[in-house]
C-alpha cells in the first residue's frame, strides 16, 4: 500500500546531541510536511516543501532544519535538541493535482516520538 | 488569520449512541475545505471526513457526518453508533483552497473522546 513512513517511531537522544528524523513516501506526492506535536496539543506546522521549493514558518527555531534529496524522503534535523524538544514528530504528504479526487488531503505518517534526557 | 476552535476538549458517550463534536473557524476566504482528523492514543493521524465549502451537502461517511453551516462558520462532526475504537483525538482542520496541493492545515486544540463499554 502507497503510505507515508517515518524512522524511527521512537528516538531517544542526550541534551544537545543531534538527531534526524526520516520520512518516506510511496504516493509520489509533490508536497511534504513535518509537524510538532506536544502532548495533548494541535500540529504546529515546522516547515513544507512544494515540490523543491522549502517553506520556512516564521516561529520555527533555527534548531531545526530540513532536507528534501529526492521526491519521496524528506528528513528533519534537529541540530542541538533541548527539552523542549520533546515531542511527536508527524511527517505528511500532500500532492493531488487541482481538481482530482481527495484535493488538499494530508496523509500522516505514524510519527516520531523524540525524548530528550 | 485563519483560526479553528473546538470549544470541548473532553467528550464521552455511551457504546452504540450518538456524539456531536463541535468546531467553528473564523476565514475571510470563501474557497477552502474541512476535515475532522482522528487520532488513536499513539497510532496515526487519519482522515475522518472532508467537506468542500462550496458544496451545500454535508458530508457523510458511513456512521460519520458533518452539520456544515457557512455563514455561522461551523462544522460540527456527528458520530452515530458510537464503538469502542472511536475513542480517540479529534482535530477539526482548515485548509484555503489553492488549486492544488499547497498550502496548510490549520488545526483546532482537539477534542479527545471516549467511549464508555
Known amino acids: 500500500d502507497a503510505m507515508v513512513i517515518q524512522n524511527p517511531r521512537y528516538q531517544v537522544t542526550q541534551f544537545g546531541k543531534p538527531v534526524t528524523l526520516s520520512c518516506s513516501q510511496t504516493?509520489?506526492?509533490?508536497?511534504m510536511y513535518w509537524y510538532q506535536q506536544k502532548s495533548s496539543q494541535a500540529p504546529k506546522l515546522l516547515f513544507h516543501?512544494?515540490?523543491?521549493?522549502?517553506?520556512n514558518e516564521a516561529d520555527t527555531p533555527d534548531n531545526f532544519q530540513s532536507r528534501r534529496p529526492n521526491t519521496s524522503f524528506c528528513f528533519l534535523d534537529i541540530r542541538s535538541p533541548g527539552l523542549g524538544d520533546a515531542a511527536m514528530y508527524l511527517c505528511?504528504?500532500?500532492?493531488?493535482?487541482?481538481?482530482?479526487?481527495?484535493?488538499?488531503?494530508?496523509?500522516f505518517g505514524a510519527g516520531s516520538r523524540l525524548t530528550v534526557l | 488569520a485563519q483560526t479553528v476552535t473546538q470549544s470541548q476538549p473532553e467528550m464521552s458517550v455511551q457504546e452504540a449512541e450518538t456524539v456531536t463534536l463541535s468546531c467553528t473557524y473564523d476565514t475571510s476566504e470563501s474557497d477552502y475545505y474541512l476535515f475532522w482528523y482522528k487520532q488513536p492514543p499513539s497510532r496515526q493521524m487519519i482522515l475522518v471526513i472532508r467537506?468542500?465549502?462550496?458544496?451545500?451537502q454535508n458530508a457523510t461517511e458511513n456512521r460519520f457526518s458533518v452539520n456544515f453551516q457557512k455563514a455561522a462558520k461551523s462544522f460540527s462532526l456527528k458520530i452515530s453508533d458510537s464503538q469502542l475504537g472511536d475513542a480517540a483525538m479529534y482535530f477539526c482542520a482548515y485548509k484555503k483552497n489553492y488549486g492544488g496541493s499547497q498550502g496548510n492545515l490549520i488545526f483546532g486544540k482537539g477534542t479527545k473522546l471516549s467511549v464508555k463499554p
Open positions: 516543501y512544494y515540490d523543491k521549493d522549502f517553506n
Open positions: 505528511a504528504t500532500s500532492g493531488t493535482r487541482a481538481g482530482q479526487p481527495g484535493a488538499n488531503v494530508l496523509t
Open positions: 467537506q468542500e465549502a462550496y458544496k451545500q
Open positions: 504516493l509520489n506526492h509533490n508536497v
